[in-house]
């Protein structure tokens, strides 16, 4: 067993060269995604977040990993060798679950089939 600390949430794996590790998000005071090397179960890093994030996924590469920030609208991207946050991605709502699909866009900016929904949509449809 790991003692993570307060507000454990989700959980997932990359693979790097060297090793493979887990990612772990932690809410409350201080927000963090924290590094495991899977193997032994040592803490590798705590990457410290603006906002408690509330899913974790990696890169199909194993070079990032994404973690939503619960109530900003927005995505971190942290690299898994400097475990640092190198980009946040704006979404447009509210992220609870997070899904990284490598070569889903073949070309283009992969934008065709995608529309908004909800409250969004109403949006959408109103500015037009």
């Known amino acids: 067993m790991i003692n ?3 507000a454990t949430g989700a959980v997932n794996f990359a693979q790097r060269a ?3 590790f887990a990612y772990v998000s932690i809410g409350g005071d201080q ?4 590094v495991y090397r899977t193997d032994s179960l040592e803490a590798v890093a705590t ?3 603006q ?27 942290i690299d898994t060798l400097t475990y ?15 899904i990284y699909v490598p070569g889903a866009v073949r070309s ?6 995608l529309v908004p929904s909800g ?3 109403a949006l959408a449809v109103a500015a037009r």
């Open 108 to 113: 283009g900016k992969g934008l065709a089939n």
């Open 4 to 6: 993570t600390g307060p």
């Open 51 to 77: 906002a408690a994030p509330s899913a974790v996924w990696p890169s199909g590469d194993g070079t990032r990993i994404y973690a939503s920030l619960a109530g900003t609208n927005k995505v971190a991207g």
């Open 47 to 49: 990457v410290p977040l």
């Open 31 to 34: 927000p963090a995604i924290k």
């Open 119 to 121: 409250r969004d949509a």
């Open 18 to 20: 060297d090793d493979s």
């Open 84 to 98: 640092t946050t190198v980009s946040t991605i704006p979404i447009s709502t509210d992220a609870q679950s997070l």
